[in-house]
């Protein structure tokens, strides 16, 4: 890949584009000069003679892009992007701290983390200590042989439940 420089002013914004178009609208910004990100996760696909892999996104239509508010129309002009995702009239930067958890996440497809069902009650806030996810907070949610933890990305527009196990958690 080139190496592209980046400006220290640009902020992270959520496109919606066309169905299964997220990855030519990451190359088609890169090739702009403009930074891009999409959570990719690998599936394997068995058939009778070979076994493929392949990566989807994580978020369907989601491109995430890292600009100067200046070259929003530069964007919107790449091929497949429909618009900037926003909650209302204004458009809204999506904090670093939540890309990061995307990648995270993206990066981890096997994600094992634990729960005492004794030492915690439905509804309390929790820190996953052990993982790829090491650091995360969020709230228990349910108990059960595993337990759910909510992690909230608010900015986007989606909640994600993910499943932990007993030990890899703590009490915030």
Known sequence: M????????????????????????????????????????????????????????LINCYVFVKIDKKDQVKVLETENVIKFIKPGKNLINIPEEE????????????????IDPIAYEVGELVEIIKGSLAGMK???????NKNMVIIDLSSIGYQL????????IRKV
């Open 161 to 168: 439940n993910i499943t932990v196990e007993v030990d890899a």
């Open 138 to 144: 969020g709230q228990l949610v349910r108990k059960e």
């Open 99 to 114: 890309i990061n958890i995307l990648k995270r996440l993206a990066g981890d497809a096997d994600i094992e983390v634990s």
């Open 2 to 57: 080139n190496s592209i420089t980046f400006d220290t002013n640009t902020l992270w914004y959520a496109l919606y584009t066309r169905y299964k178009c997220e990855k030519q609208v990451s190359r088609d910004l890169e090739a702009k000069g403009l930074q891009s990100y999409i959570p990719l996760l690998e599936r394997v696909k068995r058939y009778t003679r070979k076994i493929k892999k392949y990566q989807v996104p």
